[in-house]
T-cell receptor, first 114, second 114 residues
């Protein structure tokens, strides 16, 4: 079946450090891949997405590239800020558009210290 | 942008009582809504998919008589946890599909059954 595996947290970094959160997936066909972020006390927000192999999603300095050969969608940011402290979820859907449900990883909590 | 309001954000109830959670799409029509459950340090697990005007589709292992889902309009879906027990204590999140980025999430409901 479809599944998402992401690195366990928590991850603690100093401000301006480089961030990588690993995400790998198992899916049939050609899933769409997402990163969602959940700030304290808030709902999940879409951070970025990619819908086909070699696509790069980017937003707010975060990037992730859809790598079909390694079934990965690792999240990166060159210089994190305290305001990036949140829980990050990698997810996939195997349906076109938004008619199907998302399958999530367990989430990775990021804490950025000043 | 697309906004989903979920209410209440937290609730404490006595064992044996029922609790209703509402999920409203504020500025768009949501023909499909998803209900997820999240245990501590676990990923979001899909409970059911609700479609406006029809019966919800439940995932395997989810008791439909215990978790009643109603999607009577294009902007409102409700989840009722009936005869709640302590093991039902969890974080429940709704999601609605939209045309912009695919999915919009509510802020979640923390249910504690005592």
């Amino acid at each position: 079946g479809n599944s998402v595996t992401q690195m366990e947290g928590p991850v603690t970094l100093s401000e301006e450090a480089f961030l990588t959160i690993n995400c790998t997936y198992t899916a049939t066909g050609y899933p769409s891949l997402f990163w969602y972020v959940q700030y304290p006390g808030e709902g999940l927000q879409l951070l970025l997405k990619a819908t086909k192999a070699d696509d790069k999603g980017s937003n707010k300095g975060f990037e992730a590239t859809y790598r079909k050969e390694t079934t990965s969608f690792h999240l990166e940011k060159g210089s994190v800020q305290v305001s990036d402290s949140a829980v990050y979820f990698c997810a996939l859907t195997n349906y076109g558009g938004s008619q199907g449900n998302l399958i999530f990883g367990k989430g990775t909590k990021l804490s950025v210290k000043p | 942008g697309a906004v989903v309001s979920q209410h209440p954000s937290w609730v404490i109830c006595k064992s044996g009582t029922s609790v209703k959670i509402e999920c409203r799409s504020l500025d768009f029509q949501a023909t499909t809504m998803f209900w997820y459950r999240q245990f501590p340090k676990q990923s979001l697990m899909l409970m059911a998919t609700s479609n406006e005007g029809s019966k919800a589709t439940y995932e395997q292992g989810v008791e439909k008589d215990k978790f009643l889902i109603n999607h009577a309009s294009l902007t409102l879906s409700t989840l009722t946890v009936t005869s709640a027990h302590p093991e039902d204590s969890s974080f429940y999140i709704c999601s609605a599909s939209n045309r912009l980025d695919g999915y919009t999430f509510g802020s979640g409901t923390r249910l504690t059954v005592v």
